[in-house]
Every structure is written in structure tokens, then in C-alpha cells.
């Protein structure tokens, strides 16, 4: 679930950027290699980030889950 949270973002990241009209720079690949690299090398790294957001919710609008 929580990738689907970062799909998301990215999407959201992606349009923002097209909505711009300018051209779009891409990261180097050994960049993008890095990036995928750190990814890999923290498995559960996404779904501990969502649940660290989902205890700040629970903490400041509890309200969110009704």
C-alpha cells in the first residue's frame, strides 16, 4: 500500500512538472541507478514512512479515519 502512496506523488511530481510547458530535464542513469540502488537496500523503508505518517495523523486529526 504504501508504494501505491509514493506512486501517487510521483504521478502528482510528474503532471505538476508538464503542466509547466518547459522541457523536461531526466536524471543521469548512474543517478537513477543510485537512487533504485538505496531503495533496494532499505526493504520496508516505505511502509515504516507510511506508518510514521499515519501515527502523526492518528496524533494531531484522529478525525481522518472516520
Given at each position: 500500500?504504501?508504494?501505491?502512496?509514493?506512486?501517487?506523488?510521483?504521478?502528482?511530481?510528474?503532471?505538476?512538472a508538464y503542466?509547466?510547458?518547459?522541457?523536461?530535464?531526466?536524471?543521469?542513469h548512474?543517478v537513477?541507478?543510485?537512487t533504485?540502488?538505496?531503495?533496494?537496500?532499505?526493504?520496508?523503508?516505505?511502509e515504516?514512512?507510511?506508518?510514521e505518517l499515519?501515527?502523526?495523523?492518528?496524533?494531531?486529526?484522529?478525525?481522518?479515519?472516520?
Amino acid at each position: 500500500m504504501a508504494e501505491l502512496y509514493y506512486l501517487e506523488h510521483a504521478c502528482k511530481t510528474l503532471i505538476t512538472a508538464y503542466s509547466t510547458g518547459k522541457e523536461s530535464r531526466i536524471a543521469p542513469h548512474d543517478v537513477a541507478e543510485l537512487t533504485c540502488r538505496q531503495w533496494q537496500e532499505y526493504p520496508g523503508l516505505a511502509e515504516n514512512h507510511f506508518r510514521e505518517l499515519k501515527a502523526i495523523l492518528d496524533e494531531e486529526e484522529p478525525d481522518y479515519r472516520s
